[in-house]
């Protein structure tokens, strides 16, 4: 016990100073969730509003002030042929042109004259540009009322709720931490017993009395650590920069963590005893690791997928490792609500720590 | 002196290929023992079944009393390896590395006694990747003495080493030697057995072929020596053929070279000779038989291959 204590805080040592192993481990799932966090894919993009007017009255010039104030809008102004020239390049949506005297004085004394507003809408962006039209229409009919002094009969009251919405960030930091688990479990302990194997470190380890279990256990507590130290600071992160609220147990989280750990360190020892030499390890990790980033709902939910590929999607581990992960920090899951995904993972386990017990080795095989 | 190591009908086979082929031979305490051979006869594979690294196909190995099959761990925890080419962490400084390989012993080490020991005690802070060859070598040495052990085993310690690091590990040998631990060393530099080694055994195609100690092999070898000389006046080949211990004597350019079988008879009464035949000598040299001479008897083949 001692000894795997002290081999525990050398292993560390030697962890925090491989460069690579740290950003594959800590740096690489930061930049990927600060990236993927700023692109923001649940804010609805504004719709690209031409304005044309050549010389607006003074009530026509509030009408448009109206207009640029609308936040679903990104307006631009300019004359008649640059803004059709724009809407051609798919750069608008609509390009609303307005006659100069749109709005009629209100002192004035005759009575005012029918005025045309001219939409012209991009059919390629057919959704924005009817949006765009439904908004001006209500407008104008809002306007139109006010200057025939209707009596104002409705009142639409628009109350905050907050409610608990999803937003991608919520979807996309679990994932992020199941991801950034798996990576290190995989290449940290397929390179890193690779190499030593390749460089007779492991036979030089078992001319000691020492028993190789000793240092395996020291390997995996360190990982098992860093498993914990990345989800923690992948949270403490998410909560900094996009204020992320996680809602469930953090007791739960850590246990998640440690069982994806202890799932993924069975498959980074087994693929280490398959690979012949450092090469082959990424290779073999790559193969087994890449697909699962895409198909495990890491970035983007799984219900988008046909319908047999969620089914097929839903034996991979990490696809339970993400979603137990999600369940707890952005639902607010206990353990019995994650039951299924659990039961999964400890089932892959199971079968992952088998394979590595049956394939890792420190000796050469044994003629 | 009594044995430390016993070494009794070894075998070693890889399917139909026998790496090692029933050897037998033992190791006084104290002593440097060396093993060698070209590449391939076997050394390090008996080395590695000493020391409880390679499965024994056949026979028996005991270490200070105890079998190595049956006692592998209290084996490992009294002999110090350096493996061939063996590396280390990349992450640990040098005392660092000492350390935990201390822990693997389960004892505690003076990391910094040791790296004086092996005069890397500047060093500490470095990192293995930031070492000269010899010094790694060295520092394999210090790892191999973390446990303080009875027999150190090095595996071809000064193989790819410059002539002043080679002798540089020499004289560390020697040290270790003087603090009374036993030394089973491979190599195939004769020199360096003839400098460090109380006893040799030559192996050859998974086979003992002699064992002695270095003094011993080169005087029972059958090897001689060579006397090349010039002489200012022709004399007789016959002359020479005649002087005690020359077995062979030929006429060479300008002069000629005798094979004797000891030369402190021979060349005395050569330089009597002198006065016999009337003709002076010089550009006398003598050569004795070297370890590589000995091999080549033996074998039929160059060491170095």
Known sequence: MKTVLKLTVSVFKMFIRNKQSLFFALFMPVVIMTIFGLIGFDRVPQTNVGLVATNPSSATQQFIDQIKGISAFDVTTGNLADETAALNKGDRAVVIEIPDNLIPNPTATTPPVKQTVTILQNVGQAQQAGTAISIMNQLLDKTRLAIANAPDLFDLQVQDVNAHNSKYIDFLLPGIAAMAVMQMAIFSVAFVFADYKEKGILKRLLATPMKPYQFVAAQVIVRLLMALAQTAILIILGALLYHVHVVGSYALILLIAILGGVMFLGLGFTISGIAKTVEAVPAIANLVAFPMLFLSGIFFPTSGMPAWLQHAVNYLPLTHFASAMREVMANGAGLSDIASNMYWMIGWSVVLVTLAVITFGFEEKRV | ?305
């Open chain 2, 1 to 305: 002196m009594p044995n430390i190591i016993e070494v009794k009908n070894l075998t070693k086979k890889y399917g139909d290929l026998t790496a090692v082929d029933n050897i037998n031979f033992t190791v006084e305490k104290g002593e440097v023992f060396g093993i060698l051979g070209p590449n391939g006869a076997g050394k390090t594979t008996t080395l590695e079944m000493i020391e409880g690294l390679k499965p024994i196909t056949f026979g028996d190995v005991l270490v200070d009393t105890l079998h190595v099959v049956h006692h592998e761990q209290q084996v490992k925890s009294i002999i110090g390896v350096q493996l061939q080419s063996s590396s280390f962490f990349d992450g640990l400084n040098l005392k660092e590395l000492l350390n935990t390989f201390a822990a693997f012993y389960n004892r505690e080490v003076d990391a910094m006694a040791l790296l004086k020991n092996v005069e890397l005690e500047d060093k500490w802070k470095n990192y293995v990747k930031e070492l000269s060859g010899g010094q790694k070598q060295r520092l394999s040495i210090a790892v191999g003495l973390v446990n303080d052990p009875k027999v150190l085993f090095l595996d071809e310690p000064t193989t790819g080493l410059d002539p002043q690091a080679r002798h540089n590990m020499w004289n560390l040998i020697s040290e270790i030697k003087r603090q009374g631990k036993t030394i089973v060393i491979t190599t195939h530099y004769m020199e360096e057995a003839e400098v460090l080694c109380d006893h040799i055994a030559i192996m050859d195609h998974a086979k003992i072929i002699t064992m002695d100690t270095p003094h011993n092999l080169l005087r029972n070898s059958g090897v001689g020596s060579r006397i090349t000389f010039r002489v200012d006046k022709q004399c007789p080949i016959e002359h020479f053929k005649a002087l005690p211990a020359v077995t062979e004597a030929t006429s060479e350019d300008h002069g000629y070279r005798l094979l004797t079988s000891n030369p402190e008879e021979t060349l005395p009464a050569l330089f009597g000779h002198e006065v016999g035949c009337e003709a002076k000598l010089f550009d006398l040299q003598l050569k004795q038989a070297t370890l590589e001479d000995v091999f080549l008897q033996l074998t039929g083949s160059k060491l170095r291959e």
